[in-house]
């Protein structure tokens, strides 16, 4: 019985995967930012979700089985907190950054042990993909610095202080670089098309 909230952004040029520019242009960037989300729900879409949310900053692509909530204003962890405040059941929260995900990964947060309070994914540049909670509490998130590389640390702190049991789940590599591109396009089909369409590698 959980709920699974995927975070995005519209791919609007200039305001998403900007890291990647250069070498590719901010066109191109947003087009496999598009192509990263794509491939992303695709990944989660046999999980048993009860609900399917899309957590989306500008317009979603309107995908049929999800439901679009608007983020609201306010820094990303203020964002996710109130999503978070928005839900009483159990839930999994992963960003649009990892669409090489294997979502059996995910499968123990769709059955939550009963000696698991949080599941936590951890990102190798410091930060987290995933985050489940069976209880989800906006405070469990609010305030915690999001973007830096202990990130992912001061989340593990944060659910560690409040008692909270936690799983860690499969690290995983963000696609926000150039260096990251090629071992998410293997297992992502829709990036490793735009890839190829944009001429990379070069």
Known sequence: MTALVVVAKEPVPGR???????????ADAARIAAACLSDTLDAVADLPATRRILLIDGRGPGRPGWQEWPQPSGTLDERIAWCLDELTGPMLLIGMDTPHLDATVLAPAFDWP???DAFLGPAEDGGYWALGLRRPDGALVRGVPMSRDDTGAEQLRRLADAGLRVRALLAMRDVDTVADLAGAAAAAPRLAAVLSGCGWPR
């Open 16 to 26: 998403v995967k900007t890291r990647l520019h250069p070498p590719f242009s901010l």
């Open 114 to 116: 009963d000696d698991v």
